[in-house]
């Protein structure tokens, strides 16, 4: 059983275009996290949510809205795609005040055309 | 706001050789946490360091925190072709009230192995 998944894997879309990106994980985890991998590796936090409470919103354009129906989903929705936000997007949880390892899903790489 | 920075960035070694990436945070740490990433895949937890001055093993693998708390080692002892990856550090602030377990990353070190 995976413990953190993402859907889709991959995603090719054009810009302007609206799309959304899921993650559930079944470790019993309540803070989840939403990381942007561009290019060079660079790994940049962007949201956190605890018992579906935001936590953590970094400098994020406002067109990226992240969403908990509960602590063990955590979507994020990208309005009008500009080609900049073409990278791979990983999720993330971890069980706060137990431990601060996260775990990591496997990645949604977004393709904007 | 908090940095932490990787050096070097790129290493190629031979097979066999040594490796070691360095990690500096402009901020005190309550602990740094070492993750590997292969090729096309996810960041994976190592390890955590905590106390100053702690060091751990693991196999091939040493991880060491700084006395001050605000740099780290990874020296990978004779290295393999499965030790190819990107090790990121990733650098937790300070503990204290709202304690979000937000994590800055180091910007990686891509270690490839020549057989």
């Known amino acids: 059983d995976t413990a953190v998944s993402q859907t889709p894997k991959y995603l090719v879309t054009q810009m302007g275009n609206d799309k959304s990106i899921k993650c559930e994980q079944n470790l019993g985890h309540d803070t989840m996290y939403w990381y942007k991998q561009d290019s060079k590796k660079f790994l940049k936090i962007m949201f956190s949510y605890n018992n579906k409470e935001l936590i953590i919103n970094e400098t994020v354009p406002n067109r990226f809205s992240p969403k908990s129906p509960d602590k063990a989903h955590l979507n994020l929705h990208i309005n009008s795609l500009e080609l900049g936000d073409s990278a791979v997007y990983f999720c993330a949880s971890r069980l706060a005040g137990v431990s601060d390892t996260q775990y990591f899903g496997p990645g949604t790489r977004l393709t904007v055309l | 706001g908090q940095q932490v920075m990787q050096i070097p960035q790129y290493q190629h070694v031979q097979e066999g050789e040594d490796f070691t990436t360095y990690c500096n945070s402009s901020?005190?740490?309550?602990?740094i946490q070492w993750y590997k990433q292969r090729p096309g895949g996810h960041p994976v937890f190592l390890i955590q360091l905590v106390k100053s001055g702690e060091v751990k093993k693991q196999k091939r693998l040493t991880f060491q925190f700084g006395e001050a708390k605000k740099n780290s080692s990874l020296h990978i002892t004779a290295t393999q072709t499965t030790d190819v990856g990107t090790y990121f550090c990733?650098?937790?602030?300070?503990?204290?009230?709202?304690?979000?377990?937000?994590?800055?990353f180091g910007q990686g070190t891509t270690l490839q192995v020549k057989p």
């Open positions: 901020t005190t740490l309550s602990n």
């Open positions: 990733a650098g937790s602030g300070p503990k204290g009230s709202g304690n979000t377990g937000k994590l800055i």
